[in-house]
């Protein structure tokens, strides 16, 4: 395991926990905090112990503020930039179990697309969205104007990209932005709730699943024909033929992941 510097890697009954841990800079995502979370998002998707994965921020106050503007001001190559935090984020969205953001405050700019990212979001109720980039002369480089535009429709992402208008949880929820808005001391609670069911079912037909609604937005055009590829491919399971088995005999099926 990595001395990591800026992030915590915790794995416990099968779900990794992955904590930006800079809580003096509201959380905020360094170029050196992108590499430590990228490296554990690689170890992560190795473990095939792990079935679920949360990815929140230290503190009460931010799950990730943004990203550090002092390394934006004297960038050489800032395509370069944004093609980097774009492949660490996409690794996130590929990743072959579920990713859940539990978002606790502040989740702006990089810290948005961090959230926007994973695959569900749970916010408390003190949660506060935004892609402020507009502010500082920017777009959002991180993947943000495409996953908010997939998550809550054209207009709706263009209003907030452009305003930078910052939005609160229940309104968050309200547009599609976030599954669930909770109470702060139920943040963790409801994260492990939502993958601790999902552990119960077949491991590779949740990562089938991904694929395929994945391509639903990376590619909408061959969207059916990854769906068919993968639905074929989960037929050729050992799970499969346990689930088909155990609803036939009406009991409860033993998955393994096979």
Do not use: W
């Not at 990794?16 to 800079?25: L, Y």
């Not at 009991?251 to 992941?257: A, D, E, V, Y």
Request: net charge neutral; proline share 3%; charged share 20%.
């Amino acid at each position: 395991m990595p001395n990591f510097q800026n992030i915590t890697l915790e794995v416990v009954d099968n779900i990794s926990t992955v904590t930006i841990n800079r809580p003096g800079k509201l959380n905020a995502l360094n170029f050196a905090t992108l590499e430590e979370l990228e490296q554990a998002i690689d170890i992560i998707s190795i473990d095939n112990n792990t079935r679920g994965v949360i990815i929140t921020g230290s503190g009460e106050k931010a799950f990730v503020a943004g990203a550090d503007i002092n390394e934006f001001t004297n960038i050489n190559n800032a395509q370069q930039v944004a093609e980097n935090g774009q492949r660490i984020f996409s690794k996130i969205e590929n990743l072959n179990k579920p990713v859940i953001a539990a978002v606790n405050g502040y989740a702006l700019g990089g810290g948005c697309e961090l959230a926007l990212a994973c695959h569900m979001r749970v916010a408390t109720e003190n949660a506060v969205f935004a892609q402020p980039e507009v502010n500082l002369g920017l777009i959002p480089g991180y993947g943000g104007t495409q996953r908010l535009t997939h998550l809550v429709g054209k207009g709706k992402a263009i209003e907030l990209i452009a305003t930078a208008d910052m939005i609160k949880a229940h309104e968050a929820l309200k547009i599609g932005l976030v599954n669930h808005v909770i109470p702060s001391n139920q943040l963790i609670e409801k994260t492990l709730e939502i993958l601790n069911k999902i552990k119960e079912k077949p491991s590779i037909s949740v990562d089938l699943s991904i694929q395929a609604i994945n391509a639903s937005v990376s590619n909408p055009i061959s969207g059916f024909q990854v769906e068919a590829k993968c639905f074929a491919k989960s037929t050729k399971t050992k799970d499969f033929t346990e689930g088909t088995s155990a609803f036939l005999e009406k009991r409860k099926p033993n998955f393994k992941g096979e």
